[in-house]
């Protein structure tokens, strides 16, 4: 405990805009930082999240409300900006899932080699975009 | 670090040690676990998805029973996250403390509506 009470140097107010950018992240750091955001993002539209299960399984006329809601948009907001949001979440939950597992596989296998860390990164990301994209073509009815 | 101890100690941190890593991979793996069966459900669902089917999939008692007690992680894991994100960028104790206790408030509103529309199926 004595180690607490010695000064270390402390770095603070890092600027977002000027030092941020001039990170360089690797692969894997962009699956940790997206991990991070994803479940902040889920957070913030977590009542969305929970009114889109609350419409769609209440009755049928709840569901009527959820569909119009794709299809004509709600109250100020129209129909694809209300997609473009949805698909916000898909994604997030994608990638929050993938990446995820992705640890879960980290903890059991002991698998904390750095080729790993950087192969399991491309398919985390390849399966989160991938399937976003997929999904969002879906959503936006273009097949 | 600075001193944390004393009236200088942290009052917003996080339980060291096995036991939030454990339940946060325990939390995590029920929610990845309920997708997938969710997920097998609707896949292998006949006919179009419609409101019945897609209600059904919720109305099965052992179904409600496994959501009710996977919300119940969701919201539990989502305060694991939340708190190391404060805990990271919040330095000073009194926003911190406040931001705690709005995620906590958030979150309990959320699994209150949520565990509410799951129970009127």
Redesign the interface.
Known sequence: MTELTKKRPEFRNINAFTDLTTYRLPLAGWVSILHRASGGLMFILLPLIVWLFDTSVSSELSFERFSAAFAAGIGFVPGWFFKLVVLAIIWAYLHHLIAGLRHLYMDVAHAVSKEFGKSSAIVTLALSIGLTLVLGAKLFGLY | ?????GSKRVVTGAHYGLRDWLAQ?VT??LV?LF?FIVLAQVIFSSGPM??ET??GI?AAQWMKALTFVVFVALAWH?WF??RD?WMDYVKPAGIRLALHIF?IV??VA?LG??VQ?LW??
């Open positions: 670090m600075s001193v944390n101890f991979r995590g793996g990845a997708t419609g409101y897609w209600a919720f989502v996250g939340m994100i995620t958030w979150l959320c509506w949520a529309v009127r199926l």
